[in-house]
């Protein structure tokens, strides 16, 4: 069984910054890519980066220039560093992860969620 565990998120005042974690544990073989979504209240689940086991990034145009995704294979963690946050950033923040597991005789792909941790930006 694979488990993403998220940290990091609060209540901050507009302008300012957040750094999520979230660790992955478990029996797996590899991480493929790693990611972060959100989702604010009445809206539905976006991407807002991600980060392949190469290291190649991509973020939500929204969050360009603002949010920095960075993973230590080692500790088979990733981070979301986050600054100049906003009002609008507002939401549960959610991990993701590709994983190759075994189960029996079977290599298979599984992709794993975290709980969820919440930000909120105050103005």
């Known amino acids: 069984q694979v488990q993403l565990v998220e940290s990091g998120g609060g209540l901050v005042q507009a302008g300012g910054s957040l750094r999520l974690s979230c660790a992955a544990s478990?029996?797996?073989?590899?991480?493929?890519?790693m990611a972060w979504y959100r989702q604010a209240p009445g809206k539905q689940r976006e991407l807002v980066a991600r980060?392949?086991?190469?290291?190649?990034?991509n973020y939500a145009d929204s969050v360009k220039g603002r949010f920095t995704i960075s993973r230590d294979n080692a500790k088979n963690t990733v981070y979301l560093q986050t600054s100049s946050l906003k009002p609008e950033d507002t939401a549960v923040y959610y991990c993701?992860?590709?994983?190759?597991?075994?189960?029996?005789?079977?290599?298979?792909?599984?992709?794993?969620w975290g709980q969820g941790t919440l930000v909120t930006v105050s103005s």
């Open positions: 980060i392949a086991s190469n290291g190649t990034t």
């Open positions: 478990g029996s797996m073989l590899s991480i493929t890519a």
């Open positions: 993701n992860a590709g994983t190759v597991v075994v189960t029996g005789p079977t290599i298979r792909y599984l992709e794993v």
